[in-house]
């Protein structure tokens, strides 16, 4: 069911560093055209973005949408398609990431991380490659984060350097991720850890986000 005027919606774009999540009220539809008054500015969208529009009672599908122009509260933007509304604000999927992080002390943390996200090719901030530890490829992700499977036990709120990529592509984005869970892994040796990205280039996330609609349309046929 599409969405008729007056009616509230929930907003979520990974185009830029940070995810916008927002709520929103559909003003008016027309022929696939949202005019949607949200609840924060989202002046910073920028035009041609994608974003996913769904609804707070999960009654529909979700809207797949391009921004077409912002002003402060008012966000207009067209219907792309749709896909079927799944059970998480943001799906999270299993598959194939080449990834690796480094443990750095947090005491030295900022200073360290603040060159590598700048792309500091010193040894010192890069680290040799045995202090790098590559999870299995297989793991649960999703533009806000991931969660694998690793040998180390790592507390939380501990902060890790993060190399990331996607299949298909050469790229590899540096980035920096916060531990937000940590326990045994109820499926064998080891432990299983959930990282969300503190820092993530915005290209990072796009790949990602064009991972998880591609996936949910191969799962959805």
């Known amino acids: 069911m599409l969405a008729t005027a007056t009616e509230s919606i929930e907003i979520v774009c990974a185009a830029g560093a940070v995810p916008f999540l927002a709520r929103g009220r559909v003003r008016r539809q027309n022929l ?27 009654r529909s599908d979700r809207i797949v949408a391009k921004v077409d122009s912002v002003a402060g509260n008012e966000l207009v933007c067209s219907q792309q398609q749709l896909r079927q509304r ?6 999270r999927l299993h598959g194939g990431l080449p990834i690796r992080y480094r443990r750095v002390p947090q005491a030295s943390f900022t200073g360290t991380a603040a060159r590598w996200l700048r792309g500091s090719t010193d040894p010192a901030i890069v680290g040799a490659d045995d202090a790098w530890v590559h999870p299995g490829r297989f793991m649960n992700y999703s533009v806000t984060g991931l969660r694998f499977r690793t040998d180390d036990e790592i507390p939380l709120n501990e902060v890790l350097l993060i190399e990331l990529g996607v299949p298909d592509r ?9 531990c937000v869970f940590s326990g045994a892994n109820p499926d064998g040796e080891g432990n299983v850890i959930a990282i969300e990205f503190t820092v993530i280039p915005s290209e990072a996330r796009a790949a ?8 949910q349309a191969v799962l959805l046929g």
């Open 170 to 178: 050469d790229e590899r984005w540096r980035c920096t991720g916060r």
């Open 86 to 91: 799944e059970r998480r604000e943001f799906p």
């Open 32 to 58: 696939g055209t949202y005019t949607i008054d949200v609840d924060r500015d989202a002046s910073h969208l920028p035009a041609g973005a994608r974003i996913i529009l769904s609804y707070p009672d999960g």
């Open 208 to 215: 990602l986000t064009d991972m998880t609609l591609e996936a």
